[in-house]
């Protein structure tokens, strides 16, 4: 079947309210060249101190948004309470965001995030009505151990644990190897696709064929635009999380298109 790609820009901790406003509006003047079936699903995630602006100017580029979509970079399984420095579902709901990041390396790395908390955000942000970027992936230490595949068939198995085939079918998948993030490495295009194969195996595994046709799954790791076109021909790529090239928008632009000519 023929999966929509998505093109999803995660900026991290970077960029004041001011610099984020001037970046989304750089996006949104190219997107809005375009009709929404000629995109690929476009997808940020700002800080949230920037979402109520970048959400107002996601739905000021037609049809309410659909050309650009909105996420949180995070997100608490909890919907309010005692949880200082949180953010619910239904605050970034509120906020506008349509995704939800959760299960990025960096939260695994520096704030301990297991696969049973990330389990729980999946079954929040569902429930909330919104869309889980699932985010797996291997240490450097880890691949050259020989044991990729079962490291990440592990997290895909208990991120998904206990959700339905409809909610999994919804849902949305990233590859990130950890050794190709932030280090100007990338997986080899062939390698990256396999690994994804792999995971979609799993996910009909785990919620059946339909589901595994259905999810789509993104490569993320120093995604460029001389590499995005060679990743987007690949049978199982279905599109791209991206970290630097998505903080200029002249580099993000080019994926976009790029993405376009390959892949919608």
Not at 188 to 197: G, L, M, W, Y
Request: net charge negative.
């Amino acid at each position: 079947m023929s999966r929509k790609p998505i093109i999803a820009g995660n900026w991290k901790m970077n960029l004041l309210q001011s610099e984020s406003k001037a970046l989304f509006e750089g996006i949104k003047s190219f997107v809005s060249n375009y009709s929404a079936t000629q995109l690929p699903t476009v997808v940020i995630a700002p800080v949230f101190t920037s979402l109520n602006q970048v959400s107002a100017i996601a739905c000021d580029c037609g049809c309410e948004g659909t050309r650009l979509s909105v996420a949180g970079q995070n997100c608490h399984w909890e919907s309010s309470g005692a949880y200082t420095g949180e953010i619910s579902v239904e605050m970034l709901k509120d906020a506008g965001c349509s995704y939800v990041i959760i299960g990025h390396s960096e939260r695994r790395q520096y704030f301990s995030e297991s696969d049973e908390m990330i389990n729980k955000k999946a079954k929040a942000i569902l429930a909330g009505g919104l869309i889980p970027i699932i985010c797996c992936g291997e240490s450097l230490e880890q691949r050259e151990s020989g044991v990729t595949d079962s490291w990440i068939a592990s997290q895909i198995r208990a991120a998904l644990a206990g959700i339905s085939s409809e909610d999994v079918a919804k849902s949305v998948i990233a590859y990130e190897p950890i050794w190709a993030i932030g280090t100007g490495k990338s997986c080899d295009s062939e390698e990256a696709n396999r690994v994804i194969k792999m995971i979609r195996g799993v996910v009909s595994e785990v919620a059946g064929s339909q589901a595994a046709d259905s999810i789509r799954i993104l490569y993320g790791g120093s995604v460029k635009p001389s590499t995005i076109e060679e990743q987007m021909s690949k049978s199982d790529i279905d599109g791209a999380l991206i970290g630097g090239a998505s903080l200029k928008a002249e580099s993000f632009n080019e994926i976009i298109e790029k993405t376009m000519k390959v892949a919608v």
